[in-house]
């Protein structure tokens, strides 16, 4: 999939990720998977990113939330409306399990404000969901599911096991979420084809931010980023 291969040739998704591939190789590559893959990332920094992924489902959640209210059939609603139930599920079982195993006590959530990058992703998701037409909402939403998939197996193939993320692995490597990324890839397709050019060229814009913004999160979690003031 990585090359777009399978999509429609003239799909929004098939482009989307063929512009965005120097992007997608860079988040592959970078330091924090490459030391997931392996099993040597430091807990410190697994910590981190679970706290800040943490926040992040939930706003992701609210997003998603907002994109079901938009969906111009209830086909839509529904999706959206699964797909932001299952961003707070997930949120729940990092605090119910993940914590526990990775030593976060109860209340290290609580303490822990949204990091600069964090913040941003969040906010930036929140704002394009209630202030752009849907097939935009969507186009910011997409490199959430697919980037994260693409990922998942891609560290899946070459994981040191047993790996101490294996968990994390396996949840974005598995067939699960694989199929409600192929559903979001369609009903985005789907509504991109009814876009004018002016909507289209924002989906693109709003896809390549949240790419970059996928970046700007494993790197964060590797610097152990915090507000600087
Ligand atoms: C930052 C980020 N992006 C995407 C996902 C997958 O939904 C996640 N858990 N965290």
């Known amino acids: 999939m990585s090359d777009g291969s399978t999509l429609g040739a003239h799909s929004f998704s098939a482009h989307a990720w063929g512009r965005n591939l120097p992007t997608y190789e860079a988040i592959r590559t970078m330091p924090f998977n490459a030391a997931l893959a392996d099993g040597t990332l430091s807990l410190e920094r697994f910590r981190h990113y679970m706290l800040q992924d943490a926040h992040y489902l939930i706003a992701f959640g609210r997003a998603l939330a907002i994109a079901a209210a938009k969906a ?78 693409e990922v998942g197996r891609d560290i899946l193939g070459r994981a040191v096991r047993p790996n101490p993320y294996d968990a994390w692995i396996d949840t974005y490597a598995g067939e699960e979420f694989h199929e409600a990324v192929q559903a979001v890839i369609a009903t985005t397709d789907r509504a991109a084809m009814g876009a004018s050019p002016a909507v289209l060229a924002r989906m693109h814009a709003a896809y390549k931010r949240a790419t970059e913004l996928e970046w700007m999160f494993w790197d964060s979690a590797w610097r152990l980023a915090d507000w600087p003031v």
């Open 72 to 149: 111009d059939d209830t086909d839509g609603l529904v999706q959206f409306a699964e797909a932001a139930k299952v961003a707070v599920v997930v949120e729940r079982s990092l605090h119910a399990d993940f914590f526990e195993s990775f030593g976060i006590d109860a209340d290290a959530f609580e303490r822990t404000p949204m990091s600069p990058v964090c913040h941003h992703y969040s906010s930036f998701l929140i704002a394009t969901a209630y202030s752009e037409p849907y097939p935009v909402a969507l186009a910011a939403l997409l490199p959430c599911f697919w980037i994260y998939a």
